[in-house]
Structures are given as C-alpha cells and as structure tokens.
C-alpha cells in the first residue's frame, strides 16, 4: 500500500521560511517523478513543482522560480519543497504526489497522493 505522508505546514509571516516534506512508503522515490501541488480555497489545484526519478530536471512554476526548491533524498525516500521568501499568495494546503512516468501539470495524471499539509502566510 502506497502512503505519501506531509509535514512541514503551519503559519509564518510573509517572507519567512517553511520546509516541507514528504515521506513515501510502499514506493520508491527514486523510481517515481515525485510532485508538489497546491490548492488555495476556491481554486483549483495548482501544480507547483516536479523532479524526475533521475533527480534532474526539476521543474517549478515561475510564480515560485527563485523561492522554492524540491530536492529528494532517496536514503530516507522523502522528497522536500524548501520555500523561502513566502507571500501571502501562497497560502494554500500543499499536497505531495507521484507517478511512475508523468511529470507534468496536470494533476489527474498523478497516480499516489499524501492527504495534504496546511501552509499559511499571513502579511
């Protein structure tokens, strides 16, 4: 059985720090492109950023280039999303997912999904 668990949410003022993580067990990181999106309430899903199972080609949306990075550590089998430099605009709860091939956008696509993990940022 598949679990992606998240960690790392809470409340921190704008332009502050949070680290978020993801522990996968029941799959291999480093066999799967791993995820993070994100949802604000009343919109939909948002794709935030991908890192392939080879650990290049990680991908983010511009909105977050020079904020946030995703990085994995396959010894621990747990992907991270480091944001720096927060804005209120990104509060939203942020969920972690994975596929074996697709990393893309498009958040059907993505086979496994954590239960999500609430990041606030207050101005």
């Known amino acids: 059985q598949v679990q992606l668990v998240e960690s790392g949410g809470g409340l921190v003022q704008a332009g502050g720090s949070l680290r978020l993580s993801c522990a996968a067990s029941?799959?291999?990181?480093?066999?799967?492109?791993m995820a993070w999106f994100r949802q604000a309430p009343g919109k939909e899903r948002e794709f935030v950023a991908a890192?392939?199972?080879?650990?290049?080609?990680?991908r983010l949306i511009d909105t977050v280039k020079g904020r946030f990075t995703i990085a994995r550590e396959n010894t621990k089998n747990t992907v991270y999303l480091q944001m720096n430099s927060l804005k209120p605009e990104d509060t939203a709860v942020y969920y972690c997912a994975a596929d074996q091939y697709y990393s893309g956008k498009r958040y059907p696509e993505y086979d496994y999904w954590g239960q999500g993990t609430q990041v606030t940022v207050s101005s």
């Open positions: 029941g799959l291999t990181i480093s066999r799967h492109v």
């Open positions: 890192i392939h199972w080879s650990g290049g080609n990680a």
